[in-house]
């Protein structure tokens, strides 16, 4: 059976590839449980500082949900569709948004519906020149079903939102950038040194407080801002009390460069 998603673990990074280009890595339920897996391994592995997601193949990061398979679920019943697909890929979205190390997607081709809210649920994002997205599940029928109904309007705007969620219209890496959804395109054969040069620049800093910051943001983002100091008050209480603020501190003092233990 073919192994849906590669991992790859370079210099404090683990490169994981959705692995099914003949299907425009589309997302069945083996991948998404698969990557899931992976997330929890790489979690546990102090030996990795940061995620980068692309797909394999030039075509497609991921063209979304894997609708025949989602159709026979359709066709067993509501519940059995909302719990197989609706509820597992909203389970994988809120993973990756919610992830303690920080994880960049590396958007090679086309990412519509499910690989639309895979960009949407990261944490940073880089686009190939190449990219092409989409939320084109109003053509079938159906909202988005892994988040895309609400991240994308926290990140776009609700209108703009709106216009692509209602038109399922393909809208481009540029178009993305201008959105939010990525942070920057670059040429297409330079897409994975990009991710990679991004993930070097955060892995300088400490793991913790690079954690502590993703906590903050994920969690105070949809609160008020009083409620939103007191997690990000909270997250720095937290990270006061570790050593590498000390390390931080005096090597700042000392004009030396860090040297983070993660502790």
Known sequence: MQNSVLIEIKDRVAL???NR???LNALNYQTNDRLLELLDQIENNDDIGAVILTGAGDRAFSAGGDIHEFAASIREGVDVAVNQFCKRGQTMTARLESYPKPIL???????????????EAVHLAVA????EFAKPEINIGIPPTFGGTQRLPRLAGRKRALELLLTGDRFSAERAYE?????KVVPHEKLLPAAFELAERILRHSPLAASRIISAVTRGINTTIEQGL??????FARMAATQDVLEGLD???????PIYQGA
Do not use: H, M
Not at 105 to 119: D, P, Q, R
Not at 230 to 235: A, K
């Open 16 to 18: 994981l590839t959705l």
């Open 251 to 257: 090597a700042w003092i000392a004009r030396r460069a």
């Open 21 to 23: 280009p003949e299907k």
């Open 179 to 183: 959105l939010g959804l990525v942070n």
């Open 128 to 131: 190939s020149d190449q990219a």
């Open 105 to 119: 997607a590396a958007v090679n081709g086309i990412a519509f519906g499910g690989g639309c809210e895979i960009t």
């Open 230 to 235: 007191l997690i990000e008050r909270e997250q």
